[in-house]
């Protein structure tokens, strides 16, 4: 039945201290709202057992709580009636004391009886810290009467009601509010049927909208406490919640036929269908990944429409990165004087107003210093933009359509920080032997003097720079102060090793190992037995102690090859390169195989080769590492496989169930990252197909790799590393330096001992681990509806270890592997010598013109040859920008350490 409070009931209440500073309840007669009368003469003292909930104001004299009309209660007399005091936390950054919170709420008891309210507050609400300066929200507190005995299993909030409409629309997002959290406090004893008669905490972090019905908020203890765990009338509710988030039921028709709309909260799965654009035009149709031809990881169902007779989605939008999450900055709308719509994603997984704002902020700034250099790529052959072209030259302020030599490059970036740079002279940051090192170019790179203008050779002189270096780069980590060493041996062994894409070097640590790594290889023992230290392959690849050979393979780009080169403007290139450990400790480069077309044979590279060729074959192996990175390193293994995890945790897992509240920190803010991906940089034409080796093959390429390489078991990086050698029978890391592996084993032991204690205190034994159906559906939907195509490779969910670790591999893909390849990015592709995105011309073979030029040359006409292989200054620059927005951190990161905590308490 549904009991409702009387509307002839208007209760209010103060909280009061008495001579021995206890807290005490005086409870008012209330007033008749009809007939003037009393409606209830009964008042009663007695202690406060039961303290506000955290941040709450025990001065509660103003909020009220009126009751909806309903029919009424046959004789109020006869029931007790319990004050209760309700906390809301909510992210309304703005203070104002003309703003005030009205909600409609309806309270269920644990019976299934369900009582209504408004809530309205009507005192200045109090700041709450969300974790740094930065960050504001506020807690507003209200008061209602509920009967004794009853006891609130959930609360459903509507937003309707004008109060809080209004308050929305006076705040910088409109028409959505983000609750934290509330806190119901009864402010008398109840009788309880659980022994629980304290304070009842829901939890919620996620919006409401005027878009929406009434949003159900379920206790937090629904799960944790035994006796409510099997309450039918919490069951019956998370289930239809969970329903209904799946689209099912009721909500069947809006999820499969309708388009989404701002209010939806629905997770379906579906394929990559969208990346193409118009399929009407031939060079916008890419394949769909998911299925037999293209295996791939499934995405969120977005429901757009499809292109008319075709099974092809319409792309999420074709707003440019800087308009993307202008909707959910509605004044910075207003300042453009333009709408433009993001694609759809459920609000809350999507980015708050306070990401939104870095997000676009960070796009500013990342993108400025390309503007000229991108205005002059636009003026480039237009004959009445040409005297811009030059003046933009003339005054140094772009590099042209290609650069000249490697001081051009250096143009790019803040001139003081250059000048910072390069104060060092020649001393690199670390101590490279002479002996079987390239070194600088044979001695030709040019020295560079702190006091010496770098173009000109004359002294500097005042700089006159002034707002011109909000237009230019800042110098990256990885030449900041050892600009000596990027072009060396040793240099490009350690990026392996502790660059932004440390997870692909494998150990050779057996003949059966180095066979199957160099199957089809046309790299030979001959080739390079003069550079091992008196080593053979076969002595090195049976050393039992610690392994001292090493293969990088990106043999499997050979596969979209083209038949020929040149075909559209760029050359990609399959490659294997053979990394040794010197005696000294360096890793470096012993042999780069590489081939660029399926008709042409594979040319091996050793530092035997004349000095020219060689660094042209390092630097065209690492733009080939650029491209295997961002496809998959990045994208596939973090964000694309990641984001069918976050799906089924929604869809199946209740938000009180403790792994739902392990789990989900980790997939913050994943879900609009990668539909902005999809949107901008994925896509057809998008980033990566306009300034990558790979082009319109890309994603097609990353599906390839995805289907010969993934497996769930070896994402942990413990696995991870043994199946690549690094780890020992006894389980210790094999190789010293190697600061991905140390830093990441440190951060993998640390998940597995956290992650034990949580599981083992919520599961007693490996028999709730089967038991626990919606624990075994979360699974189950992640592993056969969000990665369908992968049929082995899975950890079963058997028991409490195998739980251990599929939340563990989860957490460190999403965290600390991200992290790796990730927020490094800027750091070493900022430096576009050394990892160029783009490769213009095959790598040099013997007896072409290209290998007789470059043998013959020295100082800058070197460097402005091997420019000729890498990326121009336009997409240059255009990929510097992108990648130092996606490393750049927001004012909201959330950390592995952080004291701030959404949905776990830290409780030892």
């Known amino acids: 039945m549904m009991i409702t409070v009387s509307s002839t009931l208007w209760r209010c209440f103060t909280v009061s201290r008495v001579s021995n500073q206890r807290s005490v309840v005086r409870v008012h007669p209330g007033t008749s709202r009809t007939g003037g009368g009393t409606s209830d003469t009964r008042s009663s003292n007695f202690p406060l057992g039961f303290g506000p909930a955290p941040g709450c104001s025990e001065k509660l004299g103003t909020c009220h709580a009126i009751a909806m009309p309903g029919p009424p209660v046959a004789n109020l007399d006869d029931v007790r009636m319990i004050t209760w005091n309700a906390a809301l936390r909510t992210h309304v950054p703005a203070l104002d004391d003309n703003i005030n919170i009205g909600l409609d709420i309806r309270v269920v008891s644990l019976e299934g009886e369900s009582i209504q309210a408004i809530l309205q507050s009507t005192q200045k609400p109090e700041k709450y810290d969300r974790g740094n300066e930065y960050l504001q929200g506020r807690i507003d507190q209200f008061a209602f009467d509920l009967p004794d005995g009853f006891e609130p299993a959930a609360v459903f909030i509507n937003d309707r009601n004008d109060q809080g409409s209004a308050m929305f629309r ?127 990881p499934r995405r969120l169902d977005t429901n757009r429409g499809y292109w008319p007779n075709t099974s092809y989605e319409k792309p999420p939008t074709e707003a440019s ?96 920080q250059v000048v910072k740079t390069m104060a060092q002279g020649d001393a690199p940051s670390i101590a490279i032997p002479s002996a079987g090192s390239s070194r600088d170019f044979g001695g030709n790179l040019p020295r560079f003097n702190a006091k010496v203008d770098i173009k000109t050779g004359k002294k500097r002189g005042k700089d006159t720079s002034g707002g011109l270096d909000l237009l230019k780069y800042d110098v990256p980590r990885s030449i900041d102060r050892r600009l000596q060493t990027w ?39 001959s080739d390079i037995k003069d550079l091992l230290e008196g080593k053979s392959f076969a002595e090195l690849a049976v050393a039992s102690d610690a392994p001292r050979l090493f293969i990088v393979d990106y043999w499997d780009f050979y596969e979209c090859l083209p038949e020929s080169n040149g075909a559209w403007g760029r050359v990609p290139h399959a490659g294997r390169a053979v990394l040794f450990k010197r005696d000294d400790g360096y890793l470096v480069p012993v042999a780069i195989e590489l081939v660029s077309s399926k008709n042409q044979p594979a040319t091996v590279y050793t530092p035997k080769s004349p000095w020219q060729v060689w660094q042209v074959a390092k630097a065209v192996f690492m733009s080939t590492d650029s491209g295997y990175h961002q496809l998959y390193s990045h994208f596939v293994r973090t964000h694309a496989c990641a984001e069918p995890y976050l799906i089924s945790l929604r869809r199946q897992l209740s938000p009180t169930h403790p792994i739902f509240r392990l789990m989900i920190p980790h997939f913050r803010y994943t879900l609009p990252i990668n539909a902005a991906a999809r949107g901008l940089l994925v896509n057809a034409d998008g980033v990566i197909e306009q300034n990558f080796s790979s082009g319109h093959f890309s994603m097609a390429l990353s599906s390839k790799v995805y289907e010969k390489r993934w497996e769930f078991k070896n994402e942990g990086v413990y696995a991870d590393l043994k199946q690549r050698g690094f780890i020992s029978d006894n389980g210790e890391l094999l190789l010293e330096d190697y600061p991905y592996a140390q830093d990441g084993l440190d951060i993998w032991n640390a998940f597995q001992k956290y992650f034990t204690a949580y599981v083992n205190y919520y599961y007693a034994d490996d028999g709730e681990i089967l038991e626990d159906k919606q624990l075994q559906n979360w699974w189950k939907d992640a592993r056969e509806e969000g990665h369908p195509d992968i ?31 990730n927020f490094g990015q800027y750091d070493y592709s900022g430096w576009p010598v050394t990892h160029a995105s783009l490769c213009r011309k095959p ?35 255009k990929v510097m920008s992108t990648v130092k927005l996606l490393s750049s951190h927001s004012k909201d990161e959330q950390y592995l350490t952080s004291d701030t905590q959404e949905w776990l308490p830290l409780v030892s």
């Open 791 to 821: 049929k082995k490779g899975w950890i079963e969910l058997h028991n409490r270890a195998n739980l251990v670790d599929i939340c563990a591999t989860m957490a460190w893909v999403s965290s600390a592997h991200h992290a790796a390849v």
């Open 321 to 416: 990165v800087f308009e993307l999450w202008l909707s959910r900055l509605p004044l910075l709308n207003r300042l453009v004087n333009r709408t433009v719509k993001a694609p759809w994603v459920p609000n809350d997984d999507n980015f708050d107003e306070d990401k939104a704002r870095g997000f676009v902020g960070n796009a500013v700034l990342g993108v400025l210093p390309s503007v000229l250099t991108q205005l002059d790529a636009l003026f480039d052959g237009n004959p009445l933009l040409q005297p811009i072209e030059r003046l933009l030259q003339l005054f140094k302020l772009a590099p042209g359509n290609a650069f000249d030599d490697l001081a051009e490059v250096l143009s790019l970036y803040d001139k003081k």
């Open 843 to 877: 790598a040099p073979a013997p007896g072409t013109d290209d290998w007789k030029e470059l043998t013959s040359a020295t100082g800058t006409k070197f460097e402005q040859l091997l420019l000729t292989w890498l990326s121009p200054p336009a997409i240059a620059t």
């Open 487 to 525: 072009d060396t041996d040793e240099e490009f062994g350690r990026l392996f090793l502790a660059g932004h894409n440390p997870v692909v070097i494998q150990a050779v640590n057996s003949n059966e190992r180095l066979l199957k790594l160099l199957r089809g290889s046309s790299i030979r023992d």
């Open 170 to 296: 006076k705040g910088g997002d409109f028409e959505y509010l983000f609750i934290r959290d509330m806190v119901l406090t009864p402010l008398a004893p109840i009788n309880s049927s659980n022994g629980n008669s304290g304070r009842v905490t829901f939890t919620a972090n996620s919006y409401i909208s005027v878009y929406q019905d009434e949003r159900l908020f379920v206790r937090d203890d629904a799960w944790s406490n035994p006796v409510l765990r099997q309450n039918k009338e919490i069951n019956k509710l998370q289930e239809q919640e969970l329903q209904a988030i799946r689209g099912e039921g009721d909500n069947a028709t809006k999820a499969h036929l309708q388009p989404r709309t701002d209010g939806d909260r629905i997770y379906r799965f579906a394929k990559y269908d969208d990346l193409g654009g118009n399929p009407n035009d031939e060079k916008n149709i890419r394949p769909i990944l998911g299925g037999t031809e293209f295996p791939y």
